[in-house]
């Protein structure tokens, strides 16, 4: 009886003496080492490519906006980080192919996790990540990004929004890649709601 005792009490000892033996070889394994030194920010970070960093609403090639106000990123949002207000198209100042298109578009990064929901949430494909991550700022204010900053730049091939549609073209013809770019002849629009007066225009041109 007396041997089955101390055969147990050597089982029960023995891995708990080792713990700390195999806990100090990872450390004298890891001395021996190269060191790992980021040389940032003069050599930046390469991300993975589907890395979530800032995000990006996008265009159509005509350019077009993708996002047509539905606010379903913003319901998805766990921090509550995005702010949407949608309004509608006229023929006479048109910034997406739809109904509706998003007339404010805020994400605050002072709140926003990078979780990447927002993006699977949207229809459109209007809204997407990019692989920028340096977002750090001193302000509060400067990490409320507005739509002008979040917006997509234009390609060759594009005209600003607001413009008119594609001739013959429909909502779905967008979705269905059957526009590539801006009929010949696009001008850009009078944007009234953004306080645009036609004569403002005719003196930029």
């Not at 578009?105 to 949430?121: D, F, S």
């Amino acid at each position: 009886m007396a041997d089955e005792k101390n055969e147990k009490n050597e089982k029960d000892t023995a891995p708990g003496f080792m713990n700390p033996v195999a806990g100090f070889g990872v450390t004298f394994k890891a001395m021996f080492k190269k060191r790992l030194t980021e040389q940032y920010p003069e050599q930046p970070k390469t991300t993975a490519p589907r890395f979530h960093g800032r995000h990006q609403l996008n265009r159509h090639p005509d350019g077009l906006e993708k996002c047509v106000g539905c606010e379903l990123c913003a319901w998805a949002c766990p921090a509550d980080a995005i702010y949407v207000e949608g309004a509608d198209n006229t023929e006479e100042e048109r910034y997406s192919p739809g109904e509706r298109y998003g007339r404010v578009y805020q994400i605050n990064y002072a709140r926003c996790i990078l979780c990447g929901l927002c993006i699977e949430a949207c229809p459109t494909r209007a809204l997407t990540m990019t692989n920028e991550f340096e977002l750090a700022d001193s302000s509060r204010a400067n990490l409320i990004y507005t739509k002008e900053q979040l917006l997509a730049g234009l390609e060759e091939g594009m005209v600003d929004s607001p413009h008119s549609i594609f001739p013959g073209m429909d909502e779905q013809d967008y979705y269905r890649g059957l526009v590539t770019e801006a009929a010949p002849g696009t001008e850009r629009q009078v944007a009234v709601s953004k306080g645009e007066r036609p004569e403002e225009q005719g003196a930029d041109a």
